[in-house]
């Protein structure tokens, strides 16, 4: 049975002339990742609901509706592989951390209004370690992982950009996915998976002041605000 869990992308922009937020908003519910001795593929799947905008507070849907939304991030070669025992030796943890290498999403849309249809990208390095912190289970398909990792400047194409009224060169950003679940393999395992997670995207974009795109898994959501220089 599927897990439906939320994935929250929020757009904050900064008009010319004021420091207040705007933020746009969709929902997900599904990610998985392949990782071990090789490198890790983390990818968040095409499952998002339909955008919503908050400007000051106040709450709008845009006509924009996500189709296949989507995003894939390939870690580099793996930089460590440490295990945590229990008391009697027992593997209950493990954590890996990969060098940086590149993220790229997908954002397939449709105007609900005029059926007009826009696909557009964005791309970034991962410029932290990919770092996977492995909740180790004796049973089969039983572990639990936590994916975190860094994104440097990044860039949407033009199209996209212009339908979400971005600029398009980024500033940074960070990636989270604490809900990944079903996990296979043990610590000694080449090749590991996880599927069922709930990823947390968050893309800094500067506008005339700031502008910060934000995705936040939809339950316990806490979102601290802050400026760009």
Known sequence: MRTSLAFVVL???????SSADAFLFTT???SRIRYGAAGAVHEGLPFFSQLEVS???VVQLLDWRNVATE???TGGPLLSHTVQTSADGTVVG???RYDGGSFRMFFDLIDNVTREERS?????????????TVEES???D???VRAFYQLGPGLFDAGLADALGLRRRTVGGTISDPFLTFGTGDAESPVRTAWEGAPDVTIDVPEPASLLLTAAAGLGLAIRRRRTP
Request: aromatic share 10%; glycine share 6%.
């Open 11 to 17: 757009l904050l922009a900064v008009p010319n002339t």
């Open 71 to 73: 995003f894939v991030a």
């Open 94 to 96: 493990s954590t890996y």
């Open 138 to 140: 004796p049973l089969d």
């Open 28 to 30: 997900s519910d599904e």
């Open 120 to 132: 557009g990208f964005f791309v970034a390095p991962i410029v932290s370690a990919m770092t996977l």
């Open 142 to 144: 039983a572990d639990k």
């Open 55 to 57: 400007r000051d507070g």
